[in-house]
């Protein structure tokens, strides 16, 4: 079986049976972490994948195998919060291989259009391209949902570059799983991006320099935290919209940032 055959049957299993409690785990972007690697890694540790030459080349093609980018349908309804008609979504492009970032430890958005009572839960996961886990996340905090949660790694797990990772949410409704996903490669950052960057004068200019140079998940992240940090600014919800609706998910756009 192939590395992508083996994503898929990897995410076959979390969607019908779930990981053990012992895996489970989440955090928000704006709230402690409560997480742990699942191997030893230290602040200066990065994490060494086996070498796999295929997502440099999707990454620069801007191609890929689909992302499962929606969970509930086909799956029934979450019915959380009285709202069954939304479906759980990774905020990420519609292909692997356009999933690219600069960012060491990068930020990973999911809309989460539930409120959860303690009797359901969440897990994010990160796996490298063997499939491994990685990393896990608990969750400390679910006051704030329904809205849009960004999932950032800390300073103790570092993505090697050029390497594909794929990560997981799961939202767990009594028996059923809505499981959600997403792939991400870590590329350097080139002198010519790095004096862009420094050009750029605001988050809204940031964001266009990252998408002009198909970074999708740093645009992401630059926009969705101003965005979180001054909800009313006009200019970084006209950007944020834009960008949302050019990866096909404006849908989400009008959504509250946790």
């Known amino acids: ?49 086996p070498e796999v030459s295929a997502p440099l080349l999707m990454a620069q093609t801007g191609r890929g195998r689909p992302v499962a980018r929606r969970g509930g349908a086909g799956h029934g309804s979450c019915e959380l919060g009285g709202q069954t008609n939304e479906l759980l979504t990774s905020i990420v492009p519609r292909f692997s291989g356009e999933g690219l970032t600069v960012a060491p430890q990068p930020t990973f958005w999911v809309y989460v259009p539930y409120s959860l009572s303690d009797s359901q839960s969440m897990q994010f996961l990160l796996k490298d391209a063997t499939g491994s ?27 090697s570059e050029n390497q594909e990772y794929l990560w997981t949410f799961t939202v767990t409704c009594g028996e059923m ?50 965005q979180r940090a001054q909800p009313n600014d006009a200019a970084t919800a006209s950007a944020w919209t834009d960008l949302l609706n050019q990866i096909q998910l404006g849908d989400v756009a009008s959504k509250p940032i946790r």
């Not at 928000?28 to 191997?39: F, Q, W």
């Open 1 to 49: 079986m192939n590395r992508i055959g083996l994503d898929y049957a990897w995410i076959l299993i979390l969607t019908t049976t779930g990981l053990s409690t012992g895996l489970m785990g989440f955090t928000l972007a704006n709230y402690p972490i409560n997480g742990s690697a699942l191997t030893p890694v230290s602040e200066s540790t990065s994490i060494h994948a």
């Open 133 to 159: 886990p990685i990393y896990q996340f608990t969750p400390t905090e679910t006051a704030m949902l329904p809205g849009v949660i960004g999932i950032p790694l800390p300073s103790s797990v570092t993505l």
């Open 177 to 226: 799983k809505l499981t959600v996903e997403g792939a991400v490669t870590r590329i350097a950052l080139s002198p010519a991006l790095e004096t862009a960057l420094q050009a750029a004068t605001t988050p809204q200019e940031q964001a266009t320099v990252y998408r002009n140079s198909g970074l999708w998940l740093d645009a992401l992240t630059v926009l969705a935290e101003q």
